[in-house]
């Protein structure tokens, strides 16, 4: 389990988040929604330990994730900004071994071991064929799967995706949540940003709803997916069936 | 062979050629005979090849190579293609200092101009990352600011020199970087600071390939990206500094070597250091032997030639930057 108590985080005077309390479920998948600036992100990222203005606590497994050090950090939990920049020239072998990081001396040399479970992951994610293709050459399809492969070459329980879906077009979309949900039944915890709600109420088991910075709801879809909650976090009159295939919530802007 | 190899043995060879015509002309030419008898049992051209051309060359050599190095951990940590020690004001400001001791205390032991060299260094270095800090950081600004210290520091030794007048030649070192009248006595000074840190940046290579893909991700990856940065700035602060202790300024080596070898072999650091390290060496040595050769027994600076490399280049790279 990943507890977050009493987490808060200013920017410049100002409040981003404001005490948050919450409960990341072990093995499931969670959303994490809510309108644009609300701080979805910036919890993100205080999660990983990339903000130094954080304060307040996140346990993993019991563990006060502060007390680790990077390296530590970064075998337990692994986080894929919105936009990481790509480097030029660099293949989709190199960037999924640079997964391996937490596990290697600082001088980066990669053992048989390290090497086999790159090729396992690039193999998983159907990318064989592009291995050593430069990552700025491919789709953007292509390109972020090869980012999740350098995630999964992490090997990490916990795995923080900041809204993975934007730049792709819907085939694309599903295609990459399906990835997800294949990640999770092979035992990933999985916290994911996403803007499309009903990708949202389809894919995961768990959604925390965020609005300015704090939480407005944390359950199952099935629970707190309701119009009251779209009107009240999002400011928008839906109307919720039942999505025919999946047998989730769904919401229609009406 | 690999690819890779072959461009660093290319590379190498250029090199000893280049050594050799380096060690047989000038302002008096020698023949093959002259200069292998004087290796092996000393002679007439004792002074010329023993104390004037072999230890230029070796100075040459290892100036372009912690030049090239310091070039490379500086783009590697600040992801900004017009990033090098001169550009950033670090060379100005070990120069500066440098000039200054040199000024008070004329018969000072050259073995104190690095230890200067690097105060004046760090000053500099520390006083543009203020700056950048305190404003929102961009490349374009980061550079801007590094240009305006650096200018500021040239006129400062400018100003030095006015008031203190002294032997042109000399005075040359600290405004453009020159080998004149190196000898022996200076790759003492600069030997184990480059023993130490070119293979300290070997050690922090791989890291710098990770920094390639931004702060956060490789923070998420578990680099400590604020040791890394003070390590890394740090050692391309002390390798500039000393370098421009011996033969002051030689201009936009730090900025050319680094981006050659990019072109060369890709972007892994581990590869990237090797082949920026015998670009610089080229670059530095092919600028002096053709500051000595170009119109002898006058010398030209080796940083006026590096310079008109390096401008056109830089300029370049200005217009194919897009982040203004």
Redesign the interface.
Known sequence: MLHIENLSVNYTGKTVLKDLNLTIPKGKITALIGPNGCGKSTLLKAISGGLKSATGQVTLAGRDLSRLNHKERARCLSILPQSPITPEGISVQQLVSFGRNPYLSQWGRLSAEDDQKVQQVIHQTGLSELAQRPVDTLSGGQRQRAWIAMILAQDTEYILLDEPTTYLDLTHQIELMEMIRQMNKQGKTLVVVLHDLNQACRYCDHLIVMRQGQISAQDSPDKIFNSRLLKEVFELNAMIINDPVANKPMCIPL | MSRYNRILAGGFSLLLFLSLISLFSGAQSLTVKTVISTLINGGDADFIINQYRLPRIFIAVLTGIGLAVSGVLTQGII?NPLASPDLMGISGGAGLSACTVLLIRPDINISWLPPAALLGGFSAALFIWLLNRWHNPSPARLALAGIAVSAFLTSCINFLLVLHPVEVNSAMIWLTGSLWGRSWDYIWPLLPWLIILVPFSF?????L??C???D??A??????TQRLQIMALASAVALASVCVAVCGTISFVGLLAPHLARLLV???H?LILPAAALTGALLVLSADTLARNLAPPLELPAGVLTAVLGAPYFIFLLHRYKGW
């Not at chain 2, 050690?203 to 890291?207: D, K, M, R, T």
């Open positions: 992801r050690y922090l290579a791989w890291s390939d990770l390639a893909l931004g956060e991700t923070g998420a990856l578990g680099v400590n890709g972007s892994r581990k």
